[in-house]
């Protein structure tokens, strides 16, 4: 008597776990390294986005206390001659004034961009764990995610050039004040502003090169045959 037609039995070796599960034709699969590098790389952007939205949900609902408690929490440096230490303070207090104007002026935009990020940064997290649990659908849901976070980051990357660009044309309005400490200060704030636009590039770059390969290596066919459930008649 032969097992030909015999019904499934996991126990046989030929039905391996962890990484492999049976493919379209009866036959093991494992899932690819690259599948599960691109999974786990959106898993961590998805939980890293996630924390970031609140935070920065948080901040903003909370904007103007901090604002005041920063200003409060002031002191000047011991030991400065009383025309430094004015010059410095004057300074601080412009620049601080141009900071709150730009992000008041930007508030809305940011509020929709973290509104956003949290949502793509769950969907990212949910199509993530899903897509390395080999679920069926889960492969076309995070190809899906992965185009529209492009887009998002394209958008979120110009919003914050723009904001970096007007903060730093409004600092270059100051005029020197002659003082050695308050023109650090204000040469330092340019080059935040300045660094902050260079780093919204450089990251949103980053994160859309990777989302692109990654929607393109979850298209490719020998991934695609990976997802494809099997049929009555295969099981």
Not at 210 to 220: H, P, T, V
Request: net charge positive.
């Amino acid at each position: 008597m032969t097992t030909s037609g015999m019904p499934f039995d996991p126990r046989q070796p030929r039905y391996p776990s962890g990484d492999s599960t049976e493919g379209v034709d009866g036959a093991p699969r494992r899932r690819p390294g690259g599948l599960t590098a691109v999974c786990v790389i959106a898993i961590v952007l998805g939980a890293l986005g996630l924390c970031m939205s609140l935070v920065g949900l948080a901040s903003l609902a909370f904007q103007d206390k901090l604002e005041e408690f920063a200003m409060r929490q002031q002191q000047p440096p011991p030991g400065m001659p009383d025309g430094f230490l004015k010059a410095q303070m004057e300074m601080q207090k412009k620049i601080q004034e141009i900071q709150q104007n730009v992000t008041h002026r930007y508030r809305g935009a940011n509020m929709g961009i973290l509104l956003l990020n949290l949502v793509f940064a769950s969907s990212l997290l949910a199509g993530g764990i899903m897509t390395l649990k080999m679920n069926p659908t889960a492969r076309t849901f995070l190809v899906g995610v992965f185009a529209a976070v492009i887009v998002f980051e394209i958008v979120r990357t110009v919003v914050t050039v723009f904001m970096q660009l007007d903060m730093f044309a409004e600092l270059s309005t100051i005029p020197s004040v002659g003082s050695g400490p308050a023109d650090v200060i204000l040469t330092f704030a340019k080059v935040v502003a300045i660094g902050g636009m260079a780093f919204g590039i450089v990251l949103g770059l980053g994160k859309v090169i990777f989302y692109a390969i990654g929607a393109c290596y979850l298209r490719r066919p020998n991934i695609r045959q990976l997802f494809q459930a099997p049929t009555t008649d295969q099981m």
